[in-house]
């Protein structure tokens, strides 16, 4: 019986990328991006370090320079809070969304479904007006709206979630327009952005 041959591999079946790539193009295109999101805070920390150097370094500058920080802080602070407030915000409300190969298996309130990616014909991403008011009023409110085969559906709502389903089309979609569905995630006016499907 001879050897197996250690240049031989198995094949796998990657999903795929709307330039047909495979897996390993997403995770590089994720590192890039994880990348340019870091410069701005890796900026605001040499700032500080910098700011705290010349206050030691020049004792008539430290009061002046420690304010300019405990500004910076007061400021990421609320950015925190304001970033956790849009992740963890659940307004309507998909319970469940469980993403895999073979398509999309959601669990709402009113509804239980799945979406085979074979069937997907469109996917338009909408910001409008919120179906109910909060405490402060109406506001606009992000939805995924996904044709399948003769039916439609609206996913979405939480800001965690559209970026799941986001990554999900990017991968599983090849002709999926992520420029436009980034312009979509990223605005804060009314619109609809074709991402999939004939514009």
Request: some cysteine; overall charge positive; aromatic content about 12%.
């Amino acid at each position: 019986m001879s050897a197996p041959d250690p240049t031989r591999t198995s094949k796998l079946v990657l999903p795929r990328i709307e330039s047909g790539g495979c897996v390993g193009n997403r995770r590089r295109s994720q590192a890039t991006e994880i990348t340019k999101r870091d410069i701005p805070g890796i900026a605001l920390g040499l700032l500080v370090a910098a700011l705290l150097i010349i206050g030691k370094a020049w004792p008539e500058y430290e009061k002046l320079t420690t304010t300019v920080v405990e500004v910076i802080a007061g400021v990421v602070i609320v950015g925190l809070v304001v970033y956790l407030g849009m992740v963890f915000y659940d307004p309507v409300s998909v319970d469940r969304i469980e993403i895999s190969r073979r398509g999309i298996a959601y669990t709402t309130r009113s509804d239980v479904g799945f979406i085979p990616w074979a069937d997907v014909t469109r996917v338009v991403l909408i910001r409008g007006k919120s179906a109910f008011p909060d405490t402060s009023g109406y506001y606009n409110e992000t939805q995924w709206l996904i044709q399948f085969g003769n039916k439609s559906k609206l996913l979405g709502y939480r800001w965690r979630l559209n970026w799941k389903l986001y990554w999900a089309f990017r991968i599983n979609l090849r002709s999926f327009d992520r420029r436009s569905a980034r312009a979509g995630l990223h605005s804060w006016r009314q619109g609809r952005w074709i991402c999939f499907g004939e514009k």
